[in-house]
Each structure stands twice: as structure tokens, then as C-alpha cells.
């Protein structure tokens, strides 16, 4: 059984983006390995820094990813806050790492351009991410595409922290998601965040009717052909129904048969969305009510991730002579 691991950053709510690219996949993958995932609250502080508003995002990612189906009777699910060990091994690793190797990173250069300050945090931000990923030893990193000069500098401090100070840490492999499967928003560039363009399966009926109505379309008349694969609309649905469904092959139809309006299609996809997240919006529901429980639920997976990252901590001091 792999061991595998994987970091959502804390920045609001998850939104249908978040799932079909991340939150999904981590759901598959604990029912056969032995899955770490962790809420990356210390790197949230290189761009939230207003303490009521990271609280509340890391809150609303636990209560989303648990919503969603992570189940932490079958993974490690945990806040990077709870585990201070990585800082100190993110120090150990700073230690090693040439500042020639931060320099070549893009990720900071865009960031800063987007309006985030240039702090030292936010330079070493792949130091951190090297921190988390090795104190799990895991065999298999799964991430989307942009993250892929992080997972390269993980196993490069890695093997250079080898080198110096003898074997300490498992060089872990990079699994990384398809570019294609960047799923649209309502205004059809790629869903996310910082473009307000979000569906949130979790909001309440009405508003959730309304977001998906909003999606954009083509002014192809109701009584005519339409293209299905090209249109936002049924991209969501196909994502969330699955491709080889055959409720998508039968919107497909709908499509090119015209004589159907695009509201229909929305109508479709509303549908879709609160059949297959109906449990999913109880369980939020329920989460919501009951903070003791999601409190305790990650009290508990940091515990279990303390047992292993505090061996690896232990393991990386002694080489280093700090032990
Ligand atoms: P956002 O762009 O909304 O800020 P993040 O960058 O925090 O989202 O993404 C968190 C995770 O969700 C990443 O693993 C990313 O690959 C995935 N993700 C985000 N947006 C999409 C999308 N539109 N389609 C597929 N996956 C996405
Ligand atoms: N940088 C990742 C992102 O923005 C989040 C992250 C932090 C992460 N530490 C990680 C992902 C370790 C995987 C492994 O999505």
C-alpha cells in the first residue's frame, strides 16, 4: 500500500473546481493507500494575514473536505498548525538549499506581480511545501500541473539533505492531474477564486439555482443544433456526471437534436448538482452545527500525523547533529 500525500491551501470555501480537480481523487485514493492530507494554514499566512479570516478559511476547508467524503476514519486528515515539527524541518532544509534554487522558482514572481508582498515567507514558500511532503515519507505526491517546480524542489532538498548529512529522506514521486481537466466557472475561463467565478455546491437551493443560470452561453436560438462539447453548461455536467455516463451521452443528444433552450440545460445541471451533493450538503449542514466534532476530528489526525512526523523530525536532527 503507497503511502500518499497532498496540502490544500486554505483561501474560502471549496468550490466545484476544487472538488473535481483535488478533493475527489484524495476521496478515491483512501479507500486503497494510506492518505496524508493536510490544510496548509502556515503557507495561507503568505497571503491571508488577518487572523479571523484564516481561521474561518481553515475551518470552512475542513468542514468542506469532509463534507466532500474525506473520511478520517481512512486518511490522515490534519492542520499544518498542529504539527510545528515541519518549521523546524523546513529550517533544516533551508539550511541546505541553495538560494540559487529559490531564485529560479516562478511561483514567486507571479505571486508578487498579483499583489502579494514580496515577504521571506513567501520566497521560501517551496522550502515549506519540501517540509511537509518529506515528514510523511511518502511514495506519491498528487498535484495539479502548477505545482510541479515544488514537488522538483522537494526532491531536490531531499537528495541534497541526503548527500550532506546521510539517507534521511524518501525521495517521494509527483503524480500530476491533466491540464485538460481545469474545470470552467460560470463565465468560462478556468473556476476559481480569484476570478469570482465559482460554483459552491454547498450553498443554499435557491442561491445555487441562481449561480448555475448565470452560467454563460452562446445566443445559438433554442430551435437550433447545439454544440454540447464546447459549451460551459454541459462541460460541468459531463465533469460531474463523469463522461461515459449515460445522462451525458443523453444531454449530448439533447444538444444536437435543437429544440432545447440552454435553460434546460441549467436546469439539468442544478439537478445534477443536488442529487449528487445532496448527502455531501446534509453532512456540511450537520458539520456546521457541530464545530466540537470537527474540532475533534482534526485534534485527532494531528495526533496521528505527529506520530509520524515526529519520527522523521527526530530522524532529521540526529543526522544533522541537533540529536
Ligand atoms: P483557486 O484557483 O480557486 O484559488 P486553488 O488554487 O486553491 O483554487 O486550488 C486548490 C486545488 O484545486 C488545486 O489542487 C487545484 O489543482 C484544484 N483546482 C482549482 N481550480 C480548479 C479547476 N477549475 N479545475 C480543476 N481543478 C481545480
Ligand atoms: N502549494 C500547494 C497549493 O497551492 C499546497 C501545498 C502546501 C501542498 N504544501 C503541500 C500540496 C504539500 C502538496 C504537498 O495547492
Given at each position: 500500500m503507497a503511502r500518499v500525500l497532498s496540502g490544500v491551501q486554505p483561501s474560502g470555501r471549496l468550490h466545484l473546481g476544487n472538488y473535481c480537480g483535488a478533493i475527489q481523487q484524495f476521496v478515491e485514493l483512501q479507500r486503497e493507500h494510506e492518505l496524508f492530507v493536510?490544510?496548509?494554514?502556515?503557507?495561507?499566512?503568505?497571503?491571508?494575514?488577518?487572523?479571523?479570516?484564516?481561521?474561518?478559511h481553515v475551518r470552512e476547508a475542513a468542514m468542506d473536505a469532509l463534507a466532500f467524503g474525506l473520511d478520517p476514519e481512512r486518511c490522515v486528515f490534519y492542520r499544518q498548525q498542529d504539527v510545528p515539527q515541519v518549521t523546524e524541518l523546513a529550517w533544516l532544509l533551508s539550511c541546505v538549499c541553495p538560494k540559487s534554487l529559490m531564485d529560479k522558482q516562478v511561483a514567486y514572481k507571479d505571486k508578487v506581480d498579483k499583489g502579494l508582498s514580496a515577504s521571506l515567507g513567501l520566497?521560501?514558500?517551496?522550502?515549506?511545501?519540501?517540509?511537509?511532503?518529506?515528514?510523511?515519507?511518502?511514495?506519491?505526491?498528487?498535484?495539479?500541473?502548477?505545482?510541479?517546480?515544488?514537488?522538483?524542489?522537494?526532491?531536490?532538498?531531499?537528495?541534497?539533505?541526503?548527500?550532506?548529512?546521510?539517507?534521511?529522506?524518501?525521495?517521494?514521486?509527483?503524480?500530476?492531474?491533466?491540464?485538460?481537466?481545469?474545470?470552467?466557472?460560470?463565465?468560462?475561463?478556468?473556476?476559481?477564486?480569484?476570478?469570482?467565478?465559482?460554483?459552491?455546491?454547498?450553498?443554499?437551493?435557491?442561491?445555487?439555482?441562481?449561480?448555475?443560470?448565470?452560467?454563460?452561453?452562446?445566443?445559438?436560438?433554442v430551435e437550433d443544433p447545439k454544440t454540447p462539447e464546447t459549451d460551459v453548461t454541459f462541460q460541468l455536467f459531463s465533469a460531474?456526471?463523469?463522461?461515459?455516463?449515460?445522462?451525458?451521452?443523453?444531454?449530448?443528444e439533447r444538444y444536437r437534436a435543437g429544440g432545447m433552450g440552454?435553460?434546460?440545460?441549467?436546469?439539468?445541471?442544478?439537478?445534477?448538482?443536488?442529487?449528487?451533493?445532496?448527502?455531501?450538503?446534509?453532512?456540511?449542514?450537520?458539520?456546521?452545527?457541530?464545530?466540537?466534532?470537527?474540532e475533534r476530528v482534526l485534534a485527532d489526525g494531528a495526533e496521528r500525523a505527529r506520530a509520524v512526523i515526529g519520527g522523521v523530525t527526530e530522524r532529521a536532527r540526529k543526522a544533522a547533529g541537533l540529536a
Amino acid at each position: 500500500m503507497a503511502r500518499v500525500l497532498s496540502g490544500v491551501q486554505p483561501s474560502g470555501r471549496l468550490h466545484l473546481g476544487n472538488y473535481c480537480g483535488a478533493i475527489q481523487q484524495f476521496v478515491e485514493l483512501q479507500r486503497e493507500h494510506e492518505l496524508f492530507v493536510f490544510i496548509a494554514s502556515y503557507h495561507a499566512l503568505t497571503s491571508t494575514q488577518d487572523a479571523d479570516t484564516l481561521r474561518q478559511h481553515v475551518r470552512e476547508a475542513a468542514m468542506d473536505a469532509l463534507a466532500f467524503g474525506l473520511d478520517p476514519e481512512r486518511c490522515v486528515f490534519y492542520r499544518q498548525q498542529d504539527v510545528p515539527q515541519v518549521t523546524e524541518l523546513a529550517w533544516l532544509l533551508s539550511c541546505v538549499c541553495p538560494k540559487s534554487l529559490m531564485d529560479k522558482q516562478v511561483a514567486y514572481k507571479d505571486k508578487v506581480d498579483k499583489g502579494l508582498s514580496a515577504s521571506l515567507g513567501l520566497y521560501a514558500y517551496p522550502v515549506l511545501q519540501a517540509a511537509d511532503i518529506l515528514a510523511v515519507d511518502p511514495d506519491v505526491v498528487p498535484v495539479g500541473k502548477d505545482q510541479k517546480q515544488n514537488i522538483e524542489i522537494a526532491r531536490d532538498l531531499a537528495e541534497k539533505f541526503n548527500r550532506v548529512f546521510g539517507q534521511t529522506f524518501t525521495v517521494p514521486e509527483g503524480r500530476y492531474r491533466q491540464d485538460g481537466a481545469a474545470l470552467p466557472g460560470i463565465d468560462g475561463e478556468k473556476m476559481s477564486k480569484s476570478y469570482g467565478n465559482t460554483i459552491n455546491v454547498f450553498e443554499p437551493e435557491k442561491a445555487l439555482r441562481k449561480r448555475v443560470m448565470k452560467i454563460v452561453t452562446d445566443s445559438t436560438p433554442v430551435e437550433d443544433p447545439k454544440t454540447p462539447e464546447t459549451d460551459v453548461t454541459f462541460q460541468l455536467f459531463s465533469a460531474v456526471a463523469g463522461a461515459d455516463d449515460p445522462a451525458t451521452s443523453e444531454l449530448a443528444e439533447r444538444y444536437r437534436a435543437g429544440g432545447m433552450g440552454y435553460g434546460h440545460a441549467k436546469q439539468s445541471l442544478f439537478e445534477l448538482l443536488m442529487d449528487r451533493f445532496g448527502a455531501a450538503r446534509k453532512r456540511r449542514e450537520e458539520l456546521a452545527e457541530d464545530p466540537g466534532h470537527v474540532e475533534r476530528v482534526l485534534a485527532d489526525g494531528a495526533e496521528r500525523a505527529r506520530a509520524v512526523i515526529g519520527g522523521v523530525t527526530e530522524r532529521a536532527r540526529k543526522a544533522a547533529g541537533l540529536a
